[in-house]
């Protein structure tokens, strides 16, 4: 087994960290591009680093698990900066480096002339920085410092146009929710660290079979249960699973590329990571896995359903996120991590793919986003219109594809599975296969083929991204430049062969072999999946006899039959279930919910604690009433203080008379 170079893993994180420096301190004076060069130099550099990183992990067995700098130690608790290199950790930094690197050159042409080019750039690498200190982590401090990072970025990318409101609300919202989900993230760090003494991810591994015997104090719950369904809500936040999902959508305010960059490929997939990577502890807790798996199906259903009725392009592929990440999160829940990993890697290209995809029409539509706006765009922008249709196929599951291989299996391992809660995890995956081919191919339709809409906008725009582009509103839509369409290129060929390259040693392998562990004996499904797998393309020619293919069939079908030749129908549909598409048109009530709720009465608990306990108490009782009582007592005292000698005599004589009489009274009446 051959070793990894400590001072080579040190550059991955530090090559983009020092670009981002560059670039938001001396942005002006590197100018534009300066900016690029050095933040698109340091990704780049990430990129090789972790490519040779994952050739010496996969091929090599090489590993690495070590200190890297120790920043203190308290009551022989260390906390210390560490790497973990593994098959799991690789494989991450090579997702992360790559959509990154595209993300970066894509960049270049869409923010051309946005004055805040160099800040982006700085942003975007910072983001980077903090996503490969958490997937490298060996332990759980600098877990968290990755997991906070990450939130602050994309907090910063989200509001970058921070002279529109929308994008101002937006920002404030992801922060917040994510705040909601971080606390019990921290609770269950904390639960594992009171109990298991160690922040170190092996020495808490090692002491998951103790901790697994304790119960937590109060209660007949499990100790371990409680301390993984804490770390899950913090997943619930960062991979926005219901009811922790209300910002993603919203947090399409943000330019395009952060679009890709964090909602497809490295952020929201932090949570999916997270959980894998504590899979020793969750194995050990079956109501955690439920709970796990109940919360992944309800987003990959019911957020699949939001997808159909969404007219902004973006929301449209956001939407698509949320579902996904739910058919992660059930991987997760039926104890199939790897599978639930395989996802997250198939998904970040074909995602980041149809992000860019639809930044890439939005330019050539002078950043109108409205779908039915659109229609025809096949003719004039014929690389966004095939590698949107390769990313489309790989989301849908066609097989061969990329998100096919992920995609079914996590169906089968679902279907495998003998937890209580698989019966609706599999009904909820099922249908959303037919619900992800229909939005999918409505997006597709509306905006490649038919009428073309754009001469006469029946849907004028609401919400563009403001870019001074006024003057362009009537041309016709144009192809990208290169250094938009590259990115959609190179990213259109993982999207297609990824899965056929990688599926046999990542679930079947030995890829994932000291990363992820799963107590087979209790939960069987990937020993059932190994059972039926014979070969990526058995597996593909199989699937053409199965639910899953002919539900997405279907999807594609009605979608063209529905806006391509009978559009009255879609209209007649929404007429009919009014009630249905009102629900849905505000998200299930949902961010109603949270404002007038939760939000309402956060805001009437702090005007409680305000009135009460700050004025009335603090204010009014502790301080102003101290001053009171001095006050009354110094104004008593004031009438003793009259200047007059004869005053002063008399009160010196009457005191010495009472302190006499007290001296005295006990033998007056011992006398008597």
């Known amino acids: 087994m051959s070793a990894l170079s400590q001072s080579m893993l040190v550059a991955v994180p530090l090559a983009p960290l020092v670009g981002a420096i560059v670039a938001g301190l001396f942005g002006k004076t590197v100018g ?15 990129f090789v ?13 090489a590993r690495f698990n070590q200190t890297v700098y120790e920043w203190m130690v308290i009551g022989g608790i260390k906390m210390e900066v560490g790497f973990l290199v593994d098959g799991l950790t690789a494989m991450m930094m090579c997702v992360v480096t790559f959509v990154s690197l595209m993300v970066h050159i894509y960049t270049i042409g869409y923010m051309e002339e946005d004055p805040g080019y160099q800040r982006f750039f700085s942003y ?76 170190n991810y092996g020495e808490l591994f090692a002491k998951g079979p103790e901790l697994a015997k304790l119960g937590f104090p109060g209660t007949d719950w499990m100790l371990i249960t409680v301390a993984c369904i804490c770390l899950f809500i913090g997943a619930m936040g960062k991979s926005a699973q219901f009811p922790l999902h209300v910002w993603l959508p919203d947090s399409m305010e943000g330019p395009t590329p952060i679009s890709a960059l964090i909602h497809a490929a490295t952020m929201v997939t932090a949570g999916i990571f997270m959980v894998a990577r504590m899979s020793p502890l969750f194995e050990l807790s079956d109501t955690a896995l439920n709970f796990v798996l109940v919360i992944g199906a309800i987003t990959a259903l019911f957020m699949g359903f939001l997808g159909i009725i969404q007219n902004d392009i973006k929301r449209v ?32 290209f074909f995602k980041a793919l149809l992000f860019l995809a639809a930044g890439s029409v939005i330019i050539g539509m002078h950043h109108d986003q409205d ?10 922008m014929p690389l966004t219109w095939i590698t949107s249709l390769l990313g489309s196929l790989a989301l849908i599951g066609t097989p061969l594809f990329a998100g096919f291989y992920s995609k079914d299996s996590i169906i089968e391992a679902v279907h495998a599975s003998h937890l209580p809660a698989a019966g609706f995890a599999y009904f909820a995956v099922l249908a959303g296969v037919f619900v992800t081919a229909f939005y999918s191919f409505r997006m597709y339709f509306l905006v490649f083929h038919g009428e073309e809409r754009f001469r ?53 392998g030995e890829f994932f072999k000291d990363s992820i562990f799963v107590n087979a004996e209790l939960h069987p499904a990937m020993e059932e999946l190994a059972h039926e797998f014979h070969g990526a393309a058995a597996m593909a020619l199989h699937a053409l006899t199965t639910a899953p293919f002919w539900l997405a069939l279907a999807g594609v079908v009605v979608s063209w039959w529905f806006y391509m030749k009978q559009p009255a129908i879609p209209a007649a549909i929404k007429a009919r279930f009014a009630i249905v598409y009102k629900l849905l048109d505000n998200k299930y009530y949902m961010d109603w919910i949270n404002e007038h709720v939760f939000a309402a009465g ?34 008593i005292t004031r009438l003793f203080q009259t200047g007059y000698l004869y005053h002063y005599a008399l009160v010196m004589i009457l005191g010495i008379f009472a302190l006499m009489t007290w001296q005295l009274w006990p033998y007056l009446g011992m006398a008597r």
């Open 32 to 46: 534009r591009r300066g900016a690029h060069a050095v933040t698109i130099l340091g990704v780049a550099i990430a």
């Open 49 to 61: 680093l972790s490519a040779i990183t994952l050739k010496a992990v996969a091929v090599d067995g």
């Open 124 to 199: 975007i690498s910072l983001f980077t920085f903090s996503m490969l200190m958490l997937v490298m982590s060996n332990n759980m401090l600098q877990l968290f410092f990755g997991w906070e990072a990450v939130g602050l970025v994309s907090y910063l990318l989200i509001g970058f146009w921070y002279t529109k409101p929308t994008a101002i609300f937006a920002n404030m919202k992801a922060f917040l929710v994510n705040r909601v989900g971080d606390f019990g993230f921290i609770l269950g760090i904390g639960l594992l660290l009171a109990y298991g003494g160690t922040l």
């Open 317 to 348: 592929v956001a939407y698509s996120t949320l579902s996904q990440l739910g058919y992660m999160t059930v991987a997760l829940g039926a104890s199939a991590y790897s599978v639930a990993v395989f996802h997250l890697m198939t998904h970040a």
């Open 371 to 380: 779908i039915r706006n659109m229609g025809g765009l096949r003719k004039y």
């Open 456 to 508: 006469h906008k029946p849907f004028p725009a609401e919400d563009e991204e403001v870019h001074g582009h006024d003057e362009h509103e009537h041309e016709e839509p144009h192809e990208s430049p290169w250094v938009v369409t590259a990115p959609l290129l190179l990213l259109a060929v993982p999207s297609v062969v990824i899965g056929f390259m990688t599926i046999q040693p990542m679930l079947f």
């Open 602 to 635: 956060a805001r009437l608990l702090g005007r409680g604690l305000w009135k009460g306990g700050d004025v009335g108490l603090i204010d009014g009782v502790l301080i102003n009433g101290s001053a009171r009582v001095v006050a009354g007592a110094a104004a």
